[in-house]
Every structure is written in structure tokens, then in C-alpha cells.
């Protein structure tokens, strides 16, 4: 270890790993994983979008699945949730598009309108 | 980048590996990656969360979910429910006082009173991973001191107000100071972690959970007083602590966080490990110089300090391994930070291993000032079975026993000497109405017995005596002057022994002494055990209106003391009756009573 510099970037590449274990503030990516989201290739979009944080280098974004919110024939559903905002709900997500939510809305915070299924947000 | 959706903390203490935690680590790890989901979901160890008896622990993230006792036959259920589902698995969760069911960690009672900085990465980062120390700002403040001069150091110490966590509570900073103005161009540094009163696992824990934070702070005690050789001193018995110890140490030498010419300051400084066989004498810090030295662990009489004269009568700076864990966080925060936690005289956090008759036992860490009541009630959540609480012990076979009036003091140094006991190194055993305190008395000077070096008659041959009035007591032969005796070898054994250990010795006796008289006195006038715990005293008595005639208990007495007709009630010769216990265990009726 010649510098603090150096210290500074293993500190760097490792927090981005470690965000996953900072509960609090991040944006959480939740994808719908019932039986019927599964069924709707829920596992494909997920996939997708962890491919897309990791090519993208992404820290501090969370990925999560919960069931089915009861709305079937909209799945795959992705509800997005960014502290401090009402959460979007995206429907019939494909892969491309999961991917274009993670860049297009997490990345340069701008909602795509027209996949949205709550348009009131 | 590899990106993970989640990260499964599981702990791999003593305590959680002991309860097979790396089955279940593996099985979780083999499962997920026969479904595909190992380049998903990262399974990883972590040091103690402290929560041992709700063992083994698991963490979920990014959710945070705290599972308990988790079992290998869990995985699938974790797996399909959790991982692909997304719905926490109910039935593992935390079920407190409160009937729901708690799914974060710092909703927990037993977390909520606690303060953690020198367990703050256990539970949190992979101690095996030197990079995840980093990630946390370790060896940040190894860089900070080596840009201040040493005094600078010494100094934020001092005003820092730490003071030694082995049990002598004698402050860091000056401490430091004499070790830095000994003249010599070879000094050391030395951790004690041989920690060896009964019962106590915090410094285990430590070094377990973040082995990284005590090398760092030994380099920075090396830089401070002009050392560049470190030893640690660890008890074989830890063989945990001792692998990750020799992980941490390889891995900060690749890194060159160990070693020559550290962040290229032209300071010097490398570490080695000596291993204890586990004799409490070695952790007298005398003693155990003259261990690492390789001779017999025998104390010395001070003077010479080993800050004047230590190993190979170099200076030598020796301090215990929660002290050191301190400093890394003190020097990034300041010393006001620290100084701004605890009491007026005793500065910042206490790690505790709490046990004995208490629901929650575990590894806690309170900020110093806490009360007893606190940390037996609320972070202990009270004694098992609705039992009455009898007495705290603190500070192991050098310290005493603290009855409930005294619940209420705020725990430091100086106000746990002034009810006759200790800090110590941070054991915490709670007893409840059914531990017979002369008992204790004696089970620590049994102790001490074992333990003594022998070198000076006091401790080898005073305490002797002092067992053998304690065994005559509680075997029904106790004799009035008994007590007096008692007192008088006390007071001389502290007076006239050459190290701590003896001087020491006493408190047990002495506190119970004075807080539980009356047992003593039980013992010796009535010949009884008010606990009902000393079997002389006891008599096994069958009731006859209870007892069907089953003949069971006389059929398992050893003795032949039973006997009886098939459906009348059975009876208990006395003279021949050797209290074993044996019959009030068998009996089916819960006819046979301990009188
Ligand atoms: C019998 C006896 C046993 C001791 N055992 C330990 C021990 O296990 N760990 C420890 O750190 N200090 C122990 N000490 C205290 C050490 O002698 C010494 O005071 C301590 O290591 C200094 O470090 P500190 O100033 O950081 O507390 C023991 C002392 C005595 C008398």
C-alpha cells in the first residue's frame, strides 16, 4: 500500500458490492414474482434487469421480488419505488423493456409513461 | 462488476458454528446453486450479531430480514419462499414479548438499547475479507496517523478517555505516553487475548467478527510509541479467532497495510501471533510476556511496567483487544465523538457476554452508564421461568456478586469497585433464587485453585484455606468463626499477593459476604441451603399423599435408601440416602420433594 489513493479506490469498488447491505435510500426495483408472473416470464425480466445494473455498473440500486399484487393479466409487473415518491407500477414488462425502465427511469429519472399501469403518478 | 441481488449474511461466530451455522451456510450455498441462483444471491459469513441463543443467525439483504435458528431443513422453505417469492418466511422471524413477529433488526428489543462501535462490522462485513474492512474505512486511520506527528496520537488517546478494557480500566493515552518516552531503539506492541474469566467471549467475538480493527490499531500503537514488532497473545482454545487472525494478518501484508515502508511513510510495522494453552495466569500481562518469551507464565512484581521494562526488558505497550478495536474508530471520529458516549470518568461503549439465568443471552455492547436493570430486563428480557432475580457477577473470579438494590447504578469502572465489584473484562452472569451463593463462592475460588501459578504462598496456599472453610460451610460443618476466618484470609491474601490474581481472589467471597449474609449464616447455624442447591443439606422427601407406590424411584436408587410395598407409599432412609437426586428425577408423580 504506496497511497492513500489507493486505499481510496479498493474503498470504492467495494462499497458499490456492499450497497446491496445499506438498507435505507435506495431505489428498489421490485419485480412481481407470483406463480402467474413466473408464468409471464417474470424470472426472464429479472434477470434482465440485474444484466442491466451489472453492465451499467449501477450501485446502490435494489433488487427485489415479492408475490402476486392480483392484477394477472398485467404480468410481468415491476413496481419501482424511489424514497421520497409514490411507487410505479409497470406492466407487461418484457426483458428489452425492463432494461430501457432501468436505464430510462433509474438512471435518468424519467418515468416511461406509456408502460406505466398507475398513470396518476 | 458482479452484481448481486442479495446478499445472505450468516453468522459464523463460536456460538452460531457451534450450532452447526456452516451446514446450514453450505447447504444454502449448494441449493442456490443447483437452481442457478448462486450468481444472483451471494452467501457470505459475518462475525457475532450477539443474539446467540436465537442461533444460527441469517440476514437477508437487501431487505434486511433477521432470521433465527435457522436449520438446514429451512433452506428450501428460504429459497422458494424468500428468493423467488419474495415473502419472508413467518415462522423464522423473531417472535419477542410481542406477538408480531419482527422482520428488521433494530426492532428487537434486545438490539434497541445498545450502542455498537467496536462490534460495528460484526454482523455486517466478511472478516475474511480484508476489502470489505476497507469498504468500511478500515486502515483509514492507520493513514490519518501516520500523517500526525506521535504526540498528536498519543494525545487524541488521552483526550479520547479510554481506558483499558481488560479489566484494570487504567487509561489508554497515558499508558501510550509511557511506553513512547521509554528510551529504546526496540519496543513493542502486544494484544492480550487470552481472555480467560469464565464465561467471557467478547474479545473471541471481536476478533472473530473484525480481526482487522485490532491489527490496524496495533500498527497505530506502533507508530504512536516506535515500535515496528507486534505479538498477539490468543488461547489456542480459540481456534476460530486464531484462522481469521492468521487470514487477516496474510491478507494485510499482501496489501502492504502490514510490513515495510507502510503508505510509503518509512514506517515499519508486522505482526505475529503466540498462542496461549489457556491458563488464566497468562493473562496477567506479566505473566504473559514471560509465556511469549517461552518461559513459564509466571507474574512478576511490578515495577518495572512492561512500558519501561517488558519483553526481552524492552518497553513494551500491552493492552487488551476491545481497547484496541477503539481506536481506529476513535482517531476517524475524534475524541470528542468518543468522550461524548458514557460517564464522567468512564468513556464510550462496554462489550458484555451476557448468561447465566437470563432469556437473551448473548454479546452486547451498552454505552458505559447503562444500568444493570437495563441490560438484565430490557436487553436481557428477564429471567427464564418467572423466576425472582438474585444477583449479577461481573468481573470473574476478580469480582463480585451485585444484589438487587443495587440494579438501578449506572455501570463504570469506578462505581462497580465501589459496590465491591468489578468491571473486568466484560462478563455479565445473571442468577436467579435457585443459585446458592456460597455456592458461587465457592465454584470461583475452585477456580482460583486451578488457576494459581503458585508462586507466592498467599494466593497458592491462602485460597486454599479460604476453599476449604467454603467446602466445610456448604457440606453442613460450618462453624460460627468461620466467617471471621473468612474475612481475615481475605483481607491478607489482597494485602500480600504478588500479582492481581490474588489480590483479587477474595472478591467473590467477600461480596457475597456482604450482600448474602444470611445464606452464609442458613449454612452454618440452621445447617440449611435456602436455594436448596448444597445436596449435604439437602433431604429428599417422598409425600404420601402424592405417591402411588409405583416403586420407580426405589428401583433407579443407587444407595438402596427406597423402599415400600407395590400402591402404598414408598419412604426414604436418611442415613442411607445419598442425595444423587436420582428418584425426585424419575418420579412421574412429582411426589418426592427437596426439603
Ligand atoms: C489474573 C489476571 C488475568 C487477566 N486476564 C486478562 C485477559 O484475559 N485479558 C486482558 O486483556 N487482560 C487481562 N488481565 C489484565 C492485564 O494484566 C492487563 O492489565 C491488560 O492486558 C492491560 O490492557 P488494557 O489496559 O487495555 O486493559 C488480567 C489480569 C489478571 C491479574
Redesign the interface.
Known amino acids: 500500500?504506496?497511497?492513500?489513493e489507493e486505499?481510496k479506490a479498493?474503498?470504492a469498488?467495494?462499497?458499490?458490492?456492499?450497497s446491496?447491505?445499506d438498507?435505507k435510500g435506495?431505489p428498489?426495483i421490485?419485480v412481481h414474482?407470483?406463480t402467474c408472473g413466473?408464468a409471464n416470464g417474470a424470472r426472464e425480466v429479472?434477470i434482465a434487469v440485474?444484466d442491466e445494473?451489472?453492465t451499467r455498473?449501477?450501485t446502490n440500486v435494489?433488487?427485489?421480488?415479492?408475490?402476486c399484487p392480483g392484477m394477472c393479466v398485467e404480468e410481468p409487473l415491476i413496481t419501482l419505488t424511489i424514497p421520497g415518491e409514490k411507487p410505479y407500477i409497470y406492466r407487461k414488462v418484457s426483458p428489452e423493456n425492463a432494461k430501457a425502465i432501468v436505464t430510462r427511469h433509474v438512471v435518468n429519472k424519467q418515468p416511461v409513461k406509456e408502460w406505466l399501469l398507475n398513470l396518476e403518478n | 462488476m458482479d452484481f448481486y441481488r442479495s446478499h445472505v449474511l450468516t453468522c459464523a461466530g463460536t456460538g452460531c458454528t457451534s450450532m452447526d451455522s456452516r451446514l446450514v451456510r453450505q447447504g444454502l450455498h449448494d441449493e442456490l446453486a443447483k437452481r442457478g441462483l448462486d450468481k444472483e444471491i451471494k452467501v457470505l459469513e459475518t462475525g457475532c450479531f450477539g443474539f446467540c441463543n436465537m442461533g444460527p443467525i441469517m440476514v437477508v439483504y437487501p431487505e434486511g430480514t433477521f432470521y433465527c435458528q435457522v436449520q438446514q431443513q429451512d433452506i428450501t422453505q428460504i429459497i422458494e419462499e424468500h428468493f423467488i417469492k419474495g415473502r419472508p418466511v413467518e415462522r423464522l422471524l423473531y417472535k419477542g414479548q410481542e406477538a408480531q413477529a419482527t422482520t428488521e433488526m433494530e426492532n428487537i428489543e434486545f438490539f434497541k438499547h445498545q450502542e455498537r462501535v467496536v462490534l460495528s462490522n460484526c454482523g455486517k462485513i466478511n472478516p475474511e475479507n480484508i476489502e470489505e474492512y476497507i469498504a468500511e474505512d478500515g486502515y483509514f486511520a492507520l493513514a490519518k496517523c501516520l500523517d500526525m506527528t506521535q504526540e498528536e496520537v498519543i494525545d487524541t488517546v488521552k483526550k479520547s478517555g479510554l481506558r483499558g478494557r481488560g479489566g484494570g480500566g487504567f487509561p489508554t493515552g497515558t499508558k501510550w505516553d509511557f511506553a513512547y518516552k521509554s528510551q529504546s531503539d526496540q519496543k513493542y506492541v502486544v494484544c492480550n487475548a487470552d481472555e480467560g474469566d469464565p464465561g467471557a467471549f467478547m474479545d473471541r467475538s471481536v476478533l472473530e467478527g473484525d480481526p482487522h480493527s485490532v491489527l490496524e490499531a496495533m500498527a497505530i500503537a506502533g507508530y504512536a510509541i516506535g515500535a515496528n514488532k507486534g505479538y498477539i497473545y490468543i488461547r489456542a482454545e480459540y481456534p476460530i479467532a486464531v484462522e481469521r487472525l492468521g487470514i487477516a494478518i496474510s491478507q494485510a501484508r499482501e496489501l502492504g497495510l502490514l510490513g515495510k515502508d507502510i503508505f510509503s511513510k518509512g514506517f515499519d510495522f508486522d505482526i505475529e501471533l503466540r498462542l496461549g494453552a489457556g491458563a488464566f495466569v497468562c493473562g496477567e500481562e506479566t505473566g504473559l510476556l514471560q509465556s511469549i518469551e517461552g518461559k513459564r507464565g509466571e507474574p512478576r512484581p511490578r515495577p518495572p511496567f512492561p512500558a519501561v521494562a517488558g519483553l526481552w526488558t524492552q518497553p513494551t505497550l500491552i493492552n487488551n483487544v476491545e481497547t484496541y478495536a477503539n481506536i481506529p474508530r476513535i482517531i476517524l471520529r475524534g475524541a470528542d465523538w468518543f468522550a461524548g458516549m458514557g460517564t464522567e470518568k468512564s468513556k464510550g461503549t462496554k462489550v458484555f457476554a451476557l448468561a447465566g439465568k437470563v432469556n437473551n443471552i448473548g454479546l452486547i455492547e451498552i454505552p458505559m452508564g447503562t444500568t444493570l436493570r437495563t441490560i438484565v430486563y430490557d436487553i436481557g428480557g428477564g429471567i427464564p421461568k418467572g423466576k425472582n432475580f438474585k444477583a449479577v457477577q461481573s468481573g470473574g473470579p476478580s469480582g463480585g456478586c451485585i444484589p438487587a438494590e443495587h440494579l438501578d447504578v449506572p455501570i463504570d469502572y469506578d462505581s462497580l469497585m465501589s459496590i465491591g465489584s468489578m468491571m473486568g473484562s466484560g462478563g455479565l452472569i445473571v442468577m436467579d433464587e435457585d443459585n446458592c451463593m456460597v455456592d458461587i463462592a465457592k465454584f470461583y475460588m475452585e477456580f482460583i485453585q486451578d488457576e494459581s501459578c503458585g508462586k507466592c504462598p498467599p494466593c497458592r496456599i491462602g485460597t486454599k484455606r479460604m476453599l476449604e472453610i467454603l467446602t466445610k460451610i456448604t457440606e453442613g460443618r460450618g462453624e460460627p468463626e468461620d466467617l471471621d476466618n473468612l474475612q481475615i484470609l481475605a483481607s491478607n491474601i489482597k494485602n500480600t499477593a504478588l500479582c492481581a490474581l490474588g489480590q483479587t481472589a477474595p472478591n467473590p467471597v467477600l461480596s457475597t459476604m456482604k450482600y448474602f449474609r444470611d445464606e452464609y449464616e442458613a449454612h452454618i447455624y440452621e445447617k440449611k441451603c435456602p436455594s436448596k442447591v448444597c445436596q449435604a443439606l439437602l433431604s429428599y422427601v417422598i409425600d404420601p399423599e402424592k405417591c402411588k407406590g409405583c416403586g420407580l424411584c426405589a428401583r433407579n436408587c443407587p444407595s438402596d435408601a427406597i423402599s415400600g410395598k407395590v400402591k402404598e407409599p414408598y419412604s426414604i432412609d436418611q442415613s442411607k440416602c445419598v442425595k444423587c437426586g436420582e428418584c425426585m428425577a424419575r418420579c412421574k408423580f412429582g411426589a418426592i420433594d427437596k426439603k
Open positions: 500500500m504506496k497511497s492513500i486505499l479498493i474503498k469498488k467495494n462499497r458499490g458490492d456492499m446491496v447491505r438498507a435506495a428498489v421490485n414474482m407470483g413466473i429479472l440485474m445494473i451489472k455498473n449501477l435494489h433488487v427485489t421480488q415479492s408475490g
